[in-house]
């Protein structure tokens, strides 16, 4: 079955350091890519997503590439802000089963002043 | 964009009782919700999918009698813990595939904010 294994945290980064978390995938057929991002005490919200491969989703300073040939969806940014403190999720979808989507674990994140 | 909306935010009730925690999309039509349940520093486990009109379908483990779910409208689906125990306290999150123009080509899903249950 499809799956989603994305680097185990908690990521601890002092304000303004370079970040990335890694995400893998195994899927049957062609998925979306998304970064999700959880604050605490609230659900989920879309942070990037990529629908094919080469492609490069981005949002507010972060960024992920769909790469084909190694399936993976990494997450970075140039300088992280206290405010990104959160649980960040990578997952993976299909437009004809979306319900079906595959998360992973989630990796959290705090960033120190 | 769309938008998903969940209430309440945060219950706590008696071991015994019943709760209802309603899902809505606010800004366009859900034909299809899920609804998932977090544990503390854990992923998302789907429980079931919601299909306006008609029965959900839940996820193998996932007791049916036990978290009623309903889609009686394209905007809204509820979940009701039933029976409510203190194992039952945990974060329900709903979310919602979108309609055309709304996500629905690439499977991205609109999330509620979550409902934190606590069963004393």
């Known amino acids: 079955g499809d799956s989603v294994t994305q680097m185990e945290g908690p990521v601890t980064l002092s304000e303004e350091a370079f970040l990335t978390i890694n995400c893998t995938y195994t899927a049957t057929g062609y998925p979306s890519l998304f970064w999700y991002v959880q604050y605490p005490g609230e659900g989920l919200q879309l942070l990037l997503k990529?629908?094919?491969?080469?492609d490069k989703g981005s949002n507010k300073g972060f960024e992920a590439t769909y790469r084909k040939e190694t399936t993976s969806f990494h997450l970075e940014k140039g300088s992280v802000q206290v405010s990104d403190s959160a649980v960040y999720f990578c997952a993976l979808g299909f437009d004809t089963n979306a319900g079906k989507s595959t998360f992973g674990d989630g990796t959290t994140l705090t960033v120190k002043p | 964009g769309a938008v998903v909306s969940q209430h309440p935010s945060w219950v706590i009730c008696k071991s015994g009782t019943s709760v209802k925690i309603e899902c809505r999309s606010l800004?366009?039509?859900?034909?299809?919700m899920f609804w998932y349940r977090q544990f503390p520093k854990q992923s998302l486990m789907l429980m079931a999918t919601?299909?306006?009109?008609?029965?959900?379908?839940?996820e193998q483990g996932v007791e049916k009698d036990k978290f009623l779910i309903n889609h009686a409208s394209l905007t809204l689906s509820t979940l009701t813990v039933t029976s409510a125990h203190p194992e039952d306290s945990s974060f329900y999150i709903c979310?919602?595939?979108?309609?055309?123009?709304?996500?629905?080509?690439?499977?991205?899903?609109?999330f509620g904010e979550g409902s934190r249950l606590t069963v004393l």
């Open positions: 800004d366009f039509q859900a034909t299809t």
């Open positions: 990529a629908t094919k491969a080469d």
């Open positions: 919601s299909n306006e009109g008609s029965k959900a379908t839940y």
């Open positions: 979310s919602a595939q979108g309609t055309s123009g709304f996500g629905t080509d690439t499977g991205e899903l609109f």
